[in-house]
Nanobody
Framework: QVQFVESGGDLVQPGGSLRLSCAAS????????MGWYRQAPGKQRELVAT???????NYIDSVKGRFTISRDNAKNTVYLQMTSLKPEDTAVYYC????????????WGQGTQVTVSS
């Protein structure tokens, strides 16, 4: 059974930083690309950052230069370091293995709430 457990979300002021973690289980983590997604209130879930099994990184334009995705295959964990946070980054953040830009391979975890507000 595939599971994702996201953690690290918090209330932070604009300009602040957070590091999200996602522990994955139930599949061969090291051979899959992994991604961080987010869903803001009233909006569709969007794929924010991806890292392939070989370490190739990709980001949406709005987070480039501010977010960094990384992975630790020994711990089956993917991370998202977020800096210079903006109110528009407020969302529930999820991890999953992307199948396409729009579709993830597995069921979703509970996510972790990131709120950027003064």
């Amino acid at each position: 059974q595939v599971q994702f457990v996201e953690s690290g979300g918090d209330l932070v002021q604009p300009g602040g930083s957070l590091r999200l973690s996602c522990a994955a289980s139930g599949f061969i983590f090291s051979i899959y690309a992994m991604g961080w997604y987010r869903q803001a209130p009233g909006k569709q879930r969007e794929l924010v950052a991806t890292i392939t099994s070989s370490g190739i990184l990709n980001y949406i334009d709005s987070v480039k230069g501010r977010f960094t995705i990384s992975r630790d295959n020994a711990k089956n964990t993917v991370y998202l370091q977020m800096t210079s946070l903006k109110p528009e980054d407020t969302a529930v953040y999820y991890c999953n293995a992307p199948k396409t830009l729009e579709v993830a391979l597995y069921s979703w975890g509970q996510g972790t709430q990131v709120t950027v507000s003064s």
